[in-house]
Nanobody, 115 residues
């Protein structure tokens, strides 16, 4: 059974950093494009960053040059390094795996950035 488990969220002051991890199981990780999405209170879920099977990355404009997505196929894990965090980055962050047949989602990890 496919499962994505996020970790690394927490409370951080503005300007600080966090590193999110998403461990995948039950899927062939290397053939899935991976992504991070977030949902702030009262807002729709939005794309944060994606990384293809070949390592090509894409970022939302609001996080470009502050966040870095990476993947380790040997560990079936995708990461999101978040630097220079802002209060507006506060949200639940979700991991997504897009495969040839199905999409999978994790349950999310909460990131709270205080001013």
């Amino acid at each position: 059974q496919a499962q994505l488990v996020e970790s690394g969220g927490g409370l951080v002051q503005a300007g600080g950093s966090l590193r999110l991890s998403c461990a995948a199981s039950g899927i062939i990780f290397s053939i899935h494009n991976m992504g991070w999405y977030r949902q702030a209170p009262g807002k729709q879920r939005e794309l944060v960053a994606t990384i293809t099977t070949g390592g090509t990355t894409n970022y939302a404009g609001s996080v470009k040059f502050r966040f870095t997505i990476s993947r380790d196929n040997a560990k079936n894990t995708v990461y999101l390094q978040m630097n220079s965090l802002k209060p507006e980055d506060t949200a639940v962050y979700y991991c997504n795996a897009k495969g040839p047949f199905m999409d999978y989602w994790g349950k999310g990890t909460l990131v709270t950035v205080t001013s």
